[in-house]
């Protein structure tokens, strides 16, 4: 048995960092990097994406809304085309930054609110992927599993791979719980890596309600964000480890 680890990074701004990227490498073998819109810039791009590369690690565009205050977290109301481009020039962006240091964009994973969103809505998740593929028809598309984004790659026949969140609470229809909600955020890197092992062992989605969904689980994401978030990410990969089930970059579905 076999499972990704990804984390999104390369989320600072100029002088001023965010998240634990150097102390993550060490601990996944994907990394979205932020496309300058929520987060990030060309500097910061560049300096995760050498990292990445250096580390060994999967370089994946982490696109979203135009909304830097937000973190891209808050909704926005866009026609398909606005979706379309928007996904696209963040992933040419991704792509020069990638090979200026001597890498490559392999996957693409919507980020908050678009992300979400998405997984509400396959008209939109097509919009968003039909914009990627259209730069490149190779690139895995990182989705959350069992929701409208896995229903709009397998309507567009692409390659994709089904994500899980090891410190995110979930609905009965797979959708994430809200983050307002209380018990949304997992903090705990005991019961965070216990859940990711049993979601793994089951191949499927464990609901906050206990409820088991089968589902895809190629690849599970550590964010990098929060307190606990690198005590989390080395939880989760030693207990995948010690149950026998091998770490290794997803090759899409």
Known sequence: MTVDLNADMGEGF?????????E??????????????????PDVMA???????KAGV????????????????RRMSLKPDEVRHLVAYQLGAAQ?????????VRHLKLHGALANMAAEDVSLAKAAYEGALAVDPDIIVMVITATQQQAA????????AGEIFADRAYNDDCTLVDRSKPGAVIHDPEVAAKRVVAM??????????????PAAVDTICLHGDGATAVKIAKAVRQALLDEGIELAQFQGR
Do not use: Y
């Open 14 to 22: 100029g002088p001023w960092p965010m998240g634990s990227d150097a």
């Open 24 to 41: 993550l490498l060490d601990v996944i073998t994907s990394a979205n990097i932020a496309c300058g819109f929520h987060a990030g810039d």
């Open 47 to 53: 300096a995760t994406m050498a990292r990445a590369v």
């Open 58 to 73: 999967g370089i994946g565009a982490h696109p979203g809304f135009p909304d830097l205050q937000g973190f891209g977290r």
């Open 96 to 104: 020069a930054m990638a090979r200026l240091v001597g890498g490559k």
């Open 153 to 160: 790659v397998e309507d567009l026949g692409c390659r994709w």
């Open 200 to 213: 793994v062992k089951a191949g499927g989605i464990i609901a906050e309600s206990g409820l088991v969904i």
